[in-house]
């Protein structure tokens, strides 16, 4: 577990604010696509499973994962993708908290317990 000071996760922030919007763009065409993509999974047995979004869809969800994947890489857990809200592993007085962040906001201000998510979030 990379262990973040207030300073490395405040200079993360413009790297995940864009990789959250190359998710929200993929997620948003999978959404648009998913009516399409479970009519041709249920007419697949039937010779007829081809859809023309395919390939959309495939690419969409590409990039929904490599985009998620480069986020965890950095060591930042993703814990809500429709408000971004994310959490930094930190140290806080000898013990091991999450300094916590979603979207909209303009830099890191709150930390909660490991176990006390979002609803236990308290000022820095």
Not at 13 to 23: A, G, H, M, S, T
Not at 87 to 93: G, Q, S, V
Request: aromatic share 10%.
């Amino acid at each position: 577990m990379r262990l973040f000071t207030l300073e490395e996760a405040n200079a993360l922030l413009p790297e995940i604010r864009r990789l959250f919007q190359q998710i929200d763009k993929a997620r948003a065409i999978l959404r648009r696509l998913e009516p399409e993509v479970k009519l041709a999974s249920e007419r697949a047995n039937e010779g007829g499973g081809g859809t023309v979004f395919g390939m959309q869809y495939a690419t969409a969800l590409s990039d929904f994962l490599e985009n998620i994947q480069e986020i965890l890489s950095y060591g930042v857990e993703i814990k809500d993708f429709d408000s971004g809200l994310c959490d930094f592993p930190h140290e806080r007085d000898g013990k091991i908290v999450y300094l916590c962040w979603k979207r909209g906001e303009e830099r890191i201000d709150w930390w909660h317990d490991l176990d006390a998510g979002f609803a236990g979030r308290q000022p820095l």
